[in-house]
């Protein structure tokens, strides 16, 4: 049986600014870094066998503080990717999220944030993640879960989502209900041969608010 251990990065310098992030490559807070250690702790009775990050340096920050708190070895085999990198915000890239909700309404600023195919200008939408993140998923992480080997995963919000639509086989309207917060760790288990996981647990770090 392999396990697939996901951890959405901790809180970015972008983040606590209520900025739109994604491709801009910001580093951790001191309370980001801090975080990645206590969600270490969280899943110090698990030892991974290799780890996959984005190719931004907040996943590979979080990375860092998770292998410390948990104690798994801080050269652990890994590898960053940019398929795993987070949704392209295209036009409202730096811009405060909430200073453009006042500017859009609800509903627009809901689907750009939530939908499944909600467009967003020069960006990504959450279906254009999932066309990226999961083939790279099934091509590189899958086989060694297959391996049973445990693969520690440190993504981004919209990465993670638009692969949980897939392993929980979440239809498209249902989309917007689909969430991974902040000091959530997500643990699947894949049987052997098996596309779909077998089951799932989700552990809770407690940690303090975040802007998301």
Not at 24 to 46: P, Q
Not at 69 to 95: C, V
């Amino acid at each position: 049986m392999g396990q697939l251990i996901i951890v959405r990065h901790a809180e970015s310098e972008w983040n606590l600014l209520g900025k739109w992030t994604g491709l801009t490559d910001v580093h951790l807070t001191e309370k980001g870094r801090s975080d990645a250690i206590k969600m270490g702790e969280n899943i110090a009775d698990l030892a991974a066998d290799l780890a996959f990050t984005s190719a931004l340096i907040r996943t590979q920050e979080t990375l860092d503080g998770v292998l410390s708190g948990s104690g798994m070895p801080s050269d652990l085999a890994r590898r960053a990717a940019s398929e795993l990198n987070e949704r392209d915000y295209g036009d409202l890239t730096g811009k405060n999220k909430w200073e453009v909700q006042k500017e859009i309404g609800d509903d627009a600023f809901t689907g750009i944030r939530r939908g499944w195919d909600y467009p967003v200008p020069g960006g990504e939408t959450l279906k254009d993640v999932y066309d990226r993140a999961l083939p790279y998923f099934e091509a590189e992480i899958l086989p060694r879960l297959h391996d049973d080997r445990t693969v520690l995963m440190v993504a981004h919000g919209n990465t993670i989502r638009a692969l949980m639509k897939h392993f929980d086989q979440v239809a498209d309207e249902d989309v917007a209900g689909l969430e991974m917060p902040f000091g959530d760790i997500a643990l699947y288990e894949f049987s052997s041969g098996e596309t779909l996981p077998s089951s799932k647990h989700i552990r809770h770090t407690e940690i303090t608010a975040t802007h998301a």
